[in-house]
């Protein structure tokens, strides 16, 4: 009897996780040493897959069941490697920017990939029209637009934008309307940009600066910058720059106290900003209307209650210790609120399947480390890096790097930080780890921005992933998450069929 029910047991086990997930393909592919690894999906369902490696492009196109329908390897003839800093889908095409240097000159180096039979396209080079005193900040591509930023010596904001793939890139220059901070371009050099599929974790919404646009608009919002003469006082910054008008415009929210380290952090979504401030005592989030910068909704939680609008636990990823695990569920009250406040505070939103919106708050702590040998007074920074969205790469700011490890003659170079740039440390000199996570989720009415109440235990997609990805042995090294309509898809290279596999999660 006991063998029965067992077997049972482990029959049911098996198909609830068959429906949580399913392989959608298994692919070949020669990712060893792979610099870009890029997925797009289109509202048809094909992917294509892009990624770079020993001077090579290799594109595969995906049909909607996983069929391999092209795949392409082409020897990149130029001597720099492309940085793909954003993609577009196009009526026909996947489409990959690119910055090329050339001395002083700037370029966007498009390439292309057809959405009906996986044909390449090499695109016509455009030079970026820029003066002397003009500092790059990022690229990043919409659905519907390119855009190169730039800022010159007086602050003053100039962005070039392409309505089209790339025949033309119109420029304006917006004039500078913010306030001071405390150390120039503090904000912008660490902006990313937000797509709507852009992958919802602490470490994605725990930066301070963020691009959002609209076919109107570009809005930047910065968190948490201290400004000149305002002493310890701060607060979420929203500068709008209208693209048919030509002008930017500067508000803020209600100012916040910031003692030491930053204690709050803001996600635009759907007309609405979502603000959370935390420390070791309490947690707070106000929802404003974006237009009227009106509170909508606020909760309040201190370290001696349950966070009522918790849809999980509270999970921990990364704080491994010596006789405890890497994932760990934080279920003291009283501790909940000091482990979330251990870090720089996140937040993201997105609209689940059912119309509701998933909130992901929490805090992301950087890798810890030392160098013994380091010299601080000889850092250089990196060039910014990117992380996959299913649309394309997100800016990400660089980091400061020990310059007696780089050789002279790559000091000079634009893309210097291929020869010895390491994003996780592993070469033991610089801080190791992909960083400590804490965070919960939590769903709420998409109009009432009310807890939404369920008899059934609620189902999230990024819950049954991390789940699955937490029980992959080896943890995978090349990895990428993206929506798939309804769907999500989690891409990884495993190491030990030496196969790259997408596994497609679904609530039924």
Known sequence: MRKFLLTMLLMVTFATLASAQKEFANLDLPLRRAEDLVTLADDRGNVCI???????????????TGEVLAAHQIPYRYSQQPHVFGTRVTEDQFIF????????????????????????????????????????????????????????????LIVHRSSDYISKLEKKT???????????????????????????????????SKIYTDDEHIYMIFDGYLLK??????????????????????????????????????????????????????????????NTLAPLKEYNYTSEEEIAIKATPVYQKGAKGLFSPDNTVIEKTSKVMKSLANGVPAITVATDADSTLQLTIGSYQMPSGTNRNQDL???????????????????????????????????????????????????????????????????????????????????????????????????????????????????????????FKIVEFAKK
């Not at 900040?137 to 010596?153: C, E, I, Q, R, T």
């Open 50 to 64: 892009y990624f770079y490696q020993s001077n090579n492009l290799y594109f595969n196109l995906l049909s909607p």
């Open 97 to 156: 920017y690119s910055r090329y240097m050339n001395g002083r000159k700037e370029y966007v180096r498009p390439f292309a990939i057809s959405r009906e039979n996986g044909s390449f396209r090499s695109i016509q080079d455009l030079e970026v029209v820029k003066d002397r005193n003009e500092t790059f900040l990022g690229g990043f591509a919409d659905p519907n637009h390119l855009y190169m930023l730039y800022s010159d010596n007086k602050s003053n």
């Open 174 to 208: 917006f004039e500078n309307v913010m306030p001071k901070s405390r150390d120039r371009l503090d904000r912008e050099k660490q902006l990313i940009f937000v797509h709507p599929d852009m992958d919802n974790s602490v470490y994605s919404g725990h930066h301070r």
């Open 229 to 290: 003469g305002q002493g310890s006082k701060t607060t979420t910054e929203i500068l709008t720059l209208n693209w048919y008008e030509g002008k930017a415009n500067y508000r803020t929210l209600p100012a916040i106290e910031q003692k030491g380290s930053v204690a709050f952090n803001s996600f635009l979504h759907q007309g609405k900003i979502f603000r959370v401030t935390m420390d070791k005592d309490r947690l707070n989030l106000t929802a404003f209307d974006f």
């Open 377 to 499: 007074n000889r850092m250089v920074r990196t060039p910014d890096r990117y992380i996959q969205t299913s649309r394309g790469l997100m800016m990400l700011p660089g980091r400061w790097t020990p310059a007696y490890s780089i050789p002279s003659y790559y000091l000079n170079s634009p893309f210097y930080s291929n020869y010895f740039y390491d994003p996780y440390g592993r070469n033991a000199s610089m801080p190791t780890g992909p960083g400590t996570s804490t965070y919960f989720r939590a769903v709420l009415d998409s109009n009432t921005l009310n807890k939404v109440e369920s008899k059934e235990e609620m189902v999230l997609l990024e819950d049954k992933l991390e789940k699955y990805e937490q029980e992959l042995k080896p943890e995978p090294e090349l990895r990428t998450v993206y929506r798939y309509g309804n769907k999500l898809h989690y891409g990884y290279y495993d190491r030990r069929s030496k196969t």
